[in-house]
């Protein structure tokens, strides 16, 4: 199985300043007959599901505000939220699906400072 | 809208047997993959297993491989897991999560809609 690890586990931003998240696949995730990248990230905020907010590494799902960003390529890939809003605290995670089982990582937290 | 409301869940010993469904509205159930995730108490997201479309492919994470067996009705519009020899550590709130469409009898493993999810509680 592919292994997901992000880092931080936790992070506190100040409103409206940048969150970054990082997330490490054990193998590539990248599937070179169409170049895509097999890599989603998903929100999850207290007593709720988890919510895509982002697949193919960076194309944001419908309906998703742009503060959002998705990059990287091949076993690194970065989720940053580029000014921190009270709504965005929740636990984010990646998944890959280039294999299955998909995996996810262990989540990271995002708080306000 | 696309609503999946998940049922069935509850309290149970070890070793006994629960069924879970997912009542899906407001899409073509029978043109999407469907999957099970879970979530054990305070921890993060596990894959359980994945159907497509015409029940031509499904398959199971190792940890329930052999006791777990999901199934669709799509005249109902309905995904069902069936839980069988249930553990500990099966404890966790489990989600029907729909695929995002792929275009055929297929499955991609990412999970666009999300029910709020049932508890299962395996305790003696």
């Known amino acids: 199985d592919i292994v997901m690890t992000q880092s931080p586990d936790s992070l506190a931003v100040s409103l409206g300043e940048r969150a970054t998240i990082n997330c490490k696949s054990s193998?590539?995730?990248?599937?070179?007959?169409?170049?895509?990248?097999?890599l989603a990230w998903y929100q999850q905020k207290p007593g709720q599901p988890p919510k895509l907010l982002i697949y193919w590494a960076s194309t944001r799902e419908s309906g998703v505000p742009d503060r959002f960003s998705g990059s990287g390529s091949g076993t690194d890939f970065t989720l940053t939220i580029s000014s921190l809003q009270a709504a965005d605290v929740a636990v984010y995670y990646c998944?890959?699906?280039?294999?299955?089982?998909?995996?996810f990582g262990q989540g990271t937290k995002v708080d306000v400072k | 809208e696309v609503q999946l409301v998940e049922s069935g869940g509850g309290l149970v010993k070890p070793g006994g047997s629960l069924r879970l469904s997912c009542a899906a509205s407001g899409f073509a159930f029978s043109s999407y993959s469907m999957n099970w995730v879970r979530q054990a108490p305070g921890k993060g997201l596990e894959w359980v297993s994945s159907?497509?479309?015409?029940?031509?492919?499904?398959y199971y994470a190792d940890s329930v491989k052999g006791r777990f067996t999901i199934s669709r009705d799509n005249a109902k519009n309905s995904l069902y897991l069936q839980m069988n020899s249930l553990r500990a550590e099966d404890t966790a709130v489990y989600y029907c999560?729909?695929?995002?469409?792929?275009?055929?009898?297929?499955?991609?493993?990412?999970?666009?809609?999300w029910g709020l999810g049932t508890l299962v509680t395996v305790s003696s």
């Open positions: 159907i497509s479309s015409s029940s031509s492919y499904i």
């Open positions: 193998q590539s995730v990248l599937y070179s007959s169409n170049n895509k990248n097999y």
């Open positions: 999560a729909r695929d995002l469409y792929c275009g055929g009898d297929c499955s991609q493993g990412l999970f666009d809609y």
């Open positions: 998944q890959q699906y280039y294999s299955t089982p998909g995996t």
